[in-house]
């Protein structure tokens, strides 16, 4: 049977609100929604909940700079590893589909935390401990990349032109509010479990919990994404390249280094806030870990409420001008509220309330950003410009832990992180300033996208 001219119209247009393909719209925003929680409640698992684990993975004579640089390093290996994700996962969301490329790497990720949750500590089999921990952080960073690759091009190509801002911004927001949730679970468990010394509960077994969870979520994500979440049409993926990543290099090089530029700010700021003040709170304002876990569940979820109205207002007032000026509220307000809170002698409750503006204004940069570097690419390699995009200036923010260090002797250790932040909101304004503006962007025009490269 003939299909009526109006409901072919409808379902020509994905997002209508009363059209067949609203259902899939909704299934793509969700599963977006769920991957980027899964991925970024992944990311942050050994920032939080690995740091009274400490000593599980390290010999008990380590210097306190030889043990500081090893986390670093857990960290730092899965952000160096997403690129090549990006890279690997992203020609094959452009060749093969958005949603089966997804289903690898969720699979890839999960069997990864799962067998991270198993690792044996230094006790049992020495330096090998912690090797093996960088080593299974790294291959997991590889398959994150590719997650993020391709879940969040497959929910923006399906979103309506109009809520792109705000749905990239649901979804971005579901990264500070897992580091929130893993940082709740860490406290509850601290508060549970007995935490001082080698061998009490939470540095011997308390501390794979979360990373159990993380496999199980990885597991649910997977589930979702096979039984609820189509393909984006033809028209939306664009014309099939077989090597997408050299197109983006040869004939985007101009999109892909102002994102480039952008994305570094971006990265940047996240590891200052995510990574280093935690170090700086317990270190500096000697909060115990609790406090320090309570600190960073308040300046997450005040970054996880922002999201939304960042979103927004981008859509209202474009993202390039959300972009520059975001990064020099980041250089003002951002690195302010550090500098203020590190030279406050306020303990915790200076802490929760300089803790907010932290959180606002120093990774706030991710609530348009699912929409921008979307809307920045053209469809045919929308995920390899999306993720290369996004992960490729992951790499020089990962080394923080060196670039504080060459600050010894000119700044006190405590105020070199305010340094850092300034320096990532004035890449934050070049970089929005350098791009178009592109929230009116058809996605399904690769006609549109060389005037903006």
């Not at 119209?9 to 299934?27: C, E, I, L, Q, S």
């Not at 990311?43 to 043990?67: E, G, R």
């Not at 069997?111 to 912690?130: D, F, R």
Request: aromatic share 10%; proline share 6%.
């Amino acid at each position: 049977m003939s299909t009526p001219p109006s409901a072919a119209g409808t379902a020509a247009r994905p997002g209508t609100p009363h059209g067949p393909d609203a259902a899939k719209v909704r299934a793509a925003i969700r599963g977006g929604t769920l991957a980027y929680f899964v991925d970024q409640f992944d990311i942050y698992l050994p920032i939080v909940v690995l740091a009274p684990a400490a000593a599980y993975f390290q010999a008990a004579n380590l210097s306190a700079s030889t043990t500081a640089l090893l986390a670093s390093l857990v960290f730092a290996s899965t952000l160096i590893g997403r690129p090549l994700g990006a890279i690997v996962f992203g020609h094959f969301a452009d060749t093969v589909g958005r949603k089966r490329t997804t289903l690898v790497a969720v699979g890839g990720f999960g069997l990864i935390t799962l067998l991270t949750a198993c690792l044996p500590g230094h006790e049992t089999i020495g330096m090998w401990s912690v090797g093996i921990l960088i080593a299974l952080r790294f291959v997991d960073g590889i398959f994150l990349g590719g997650e993020y690759t391709t879940a969040v091009p497959l929910a923006m190509e399906w979103s309506p032109k109009h809520k792109r801002g705000l749905y990239a911004s649901i979804i971005t927001s579901t990264s500070p509010a897992a580091y929130a949730v893993i940082a709740a679970i860490t406290l509850l468990m601290l508060q549970l479990l007995p935490s001082a010394g080698l061998h009490s509960a939470y540095v011997q077994w308390g501390w794979r919990i979360p990373f159990f969870v993380g496999a199980a979520l990885a597991a649910v994500l997977f589930r979702y994404y096979r039984k609820q979440v189509h393909e984006p049409p033809a028209r939306l993926t664009g014309e099939k390249h077989k090597l997408p990543f050299l197109r983006l290099v040869k004939k985007y090089p101009r999109a892909l280094g102002q994102v480039f530029v952008l994305m570094t700010g971006t990265w940047l700021a996240t590891n200052m806030e995510a990574a280093v003040t935690p170090a700086q709170l317990k270190a500096h304002l000697d909060l115990s870990s609790k406090e320090v876990t309570a600190t960073m569940l308040v300046i997450n979820a005040a970054a996880a409420l922002s999201y939304p109205v960042f979103g927004v207002l981008s859509q209202r007032i474009g993202r390039r001008r959300f972009y520059i000026g975001y990064g020099l509220a980041m250089v003002v307000l951002g690195a302010g509220s550090y500098t203020l809170l590190m030279a406050s002698d306020g303990g915790f409750g200076a802490a929760l309330g300089f803790g907010v503006l932290i959180g606002v204004f120093t990774v706030g940069t991710f609530g348009p950003i699912a929409a921008y570097l979307t809307e920045r690419f053209p469809a045919s390699i929308r995920s390899t410009g999306y993720g290369v995009g996004y992960s490729l200036a992951l790499i020089a923010p990962a080394f923080y832990q060196f670039y504080l260090q060459r600050f010894d002797g000119l700044v006190p250790a405590h105020l070199a992180p305010g340094v850092l932040i300034v320096l990532a909101g004035l890449l934050i304004s070049l970089g929005g300033f350098l791009g178009p503006e592109t929230k009116d962007v058809d996605m399904s025009d690769d006609s549109t996208i060389p005037a903006l490269s």
